[in-house]
């Protein structure tokens, strides 16, 4: 979190949960090669791991039912396989013998992926830092346009808000601050966990006019499902640094219906600026040559027009106020954890808008209007 290390919120999966899982799938769990776990992984907000049978290797990963329903991962896995059929690689999922691609325990819900195609270049670098590389950012970008001409007829409705899923209800409500009001206040976690909070006030000082700015230039705007969690740690890769490509997409667990723009904006925000650095020294580094790259690498597969960079740059203040606020409440009414909400809320959800009505965000925004925008 931020820049610490921490105690993950959930236990490591074991051996001895991992063979009792593999055991609902025919081919993984009917082998008697021994069950390994050769790879946990250190995101704090996850349980998941790589698992070794025999010469095969597997991706399990666990999901409190607070976060994950049951419905919710069917939908996540019926959007990836939409995606598969539309030729993009992401790593298929495994049924059981009963045809689910979930398996329920207690409190907890189970999913089983093949290895994802490509080199995980990214694995054990932090979530959210900058791409390593202006070649990895442009791949990026033609990647996302290729994953959003795949999912543009995908036909399910938005997932309604929830702990960490991405969104865009409020600035596509017709009265967003009102739309606003009703998601923190007829929540009861999300609503507790912010009852030490001005938030009215909050939004008014800080939220207001960047998510109104936003939503007047949405009103016609076409939705579709879109990843919502765009950054180098969810893709894999292949060739050399100067020649990269997307080999695989990873992690759809924050898609939902939005829309293009917004999903871009949430590209940009989590791999050009290193917002990392925000809670700790107060001030941030911008990646220009990454943001040019990511742009020049989408506009590549889906070429901008001058009213697209605009909206853009008027979406990216707040492209991330829902996904905080569904960070808030996954802090304070599932794990507990009343310092990571207190980072959530003023770091993360009032921290990014203030930071862009800075100088420096203020450039960041300018830059992005003033993009080569190619014909369409």
């Known amino acids: 979190m931020a820049n610490d290390l921490v105690e993950p919120d959930w236990p490591a999966i074991t051996e001895a949960e991992t063979v009792d899982i593999l055991a609902h799938y025919p081919g993984a769990g009917a082998r008697a090669d021994p069950v390994t776990v050769t790879w946990r992984s250190p995101r704090p907000m996850s349980a998941a791991a790589l698992v070794a049978v025999g010469d095969a290797t597997y991706f399990l990963k666990r999901h409190h039912v607070r976060v994950r329903s049951t419905e919710r991962l069917a939908l996540e896995h019926d959007f990836a396989r939409h995606l598969r059929t539309r030729g993009l690689s992401t790593p298929a999922i495994l049924a059981t013998r009963d045809g689910s691609t979930v398996v329920e325990r207690d409190q907890f819900v189970y999913e089983l992926h093949e290895c994802a195609l490509g080199e995980d270049r990214y694995r054990d670098v932090p979530s959210w830092y900058p791409f390593i590389s202006r070649a990895d950012a442009q791949a990026a970008g033609a990647a996302l346009a290729h994953l959003h001409r795949a999912a543009a007829d995908f036909l399910a409705a938005a997932w309604d808000f929830g702990p960490l899923v991405d969104a865009a209800s409020v600035i596509l409500a017709p009265d967003p601050a009102d739309a606003y009001r009703r998601l923190v206040t007829t929540r009861p976690g999300l609503a507790t966990a912010t009852r030490a909070y001005d938030v009215?006030?909050?939004?008014?000082?800080?939220?207001?006019?960047?998510?109104?700015?936003?939503?007047?230039?949405?009103?016609?705007v076409s939705t579709q499902w879109t990843h919502g969690d765009w950054h180098g740690s969810n893709l894999t890769w292949r060739g050399p640094a100067k020649h990269a490509s997307v080999a695989s997409v990873l992690d759809l667990g924050l898609a939902n219906r939005t829309f293009t723009l917004h999903d871009l904006a949430v590209a940009i925000e989590r791999s050009v600026v290193d917002w990392l650095d925000l809670a700790g020294v107060g001030s941030v580094s911008v990646d220009y040559g990454s943001l040019d790259a990511l742009l020049a690498g989408y506009a590549s597969v889906a070429p901008f027009s001058d009213d697209d960079l605009a909206t853009l740059a008027a979406v990216l203040p707040v492209a991330h106020v829902e996904f905080a606020l569904s960070e808030v409440e996954y802090f304070g009414s599932i794990v507990d954890s009343p310092a990571n909400v207190?980072?959530?809320?003023?770091?993360?959800?009032?921290?990014?808008?203030?930071?862009f009505d800075s100088p420096e965000g203020a450039s960041l925004l300018a830059h992005v209007r003033a993009g080569t925008a190619p014909a369409r």
């Not at 939004?203 to 998510?211: A, C, G, H, V």
């Not at 207190?342 to 930071?355: M, Q």
């Open 342 to 355: 207190e980072l959530a809320y003023r770091s993360y959800l009032l921290g990014h808008a203030r930071w």
């Open 200 to 220: 009215a006030g909050d939004f008014d000082s800080f939220l207001r006019r960047p998510i109104e700015s936003a939503a007047a230039r949405l009103g016609n």
